[in-house]
């Protein structure tokens, strides 16, 4: 199924910015930008955030949040943003750091 126009981007929910108000500026604008990114390519993704010893925002197409495909989370120095592969792959999460320095 392709695209064909423009889907708004919807805001992050309020709970989700007030979770992320106890990591530094640079922290919430990186998660924030990373949130962004992932939605403009799958705007249609459900977002489940959970509040574990970090922030953790998983995208999903379906309602299961086993089924998430790309992942946040936000620590105090950093921001993950992880792929979960397929059932099939031998490696079962690929993980980028990125740093707010």
């Given at each position: 199924m392709g695209y064909t126009g423009w889907v708004p981007l919807r805001p992050p929910d309020p709970e989700y910015l007030k979770l992320l108000q106890p990591y530094g500026e640079a922290i919430q604008k990186l998660a924030l930008a990373v949130r962004k990114m992932i939605l403009e390519e799958?705007?249609?993704?459900?977002e489940f955030v959970y509040e574990v010893y970090t922030i953790a925002d998983h995208f999903t197409f379906t309602e299961r949040p086993s089924d998430a495909?790309?992942?946040?989370?936000?620590?105090?120095?950093?921001?993950?943003?992880?792929?979960?592969?397929?059932?099939?792959?031998?490696?079962r999460t690929v993980c980028c750091v990125v740093r707010a320095n």
């Open positions: 799958a705007p249609e993704a459900s495909f790309v992942f946040t989370t936000a620590h105090a120095n950093w921001v993950n943003l992880g792929f979960n592969l397929a059932p099939c792959c031998p490696i």
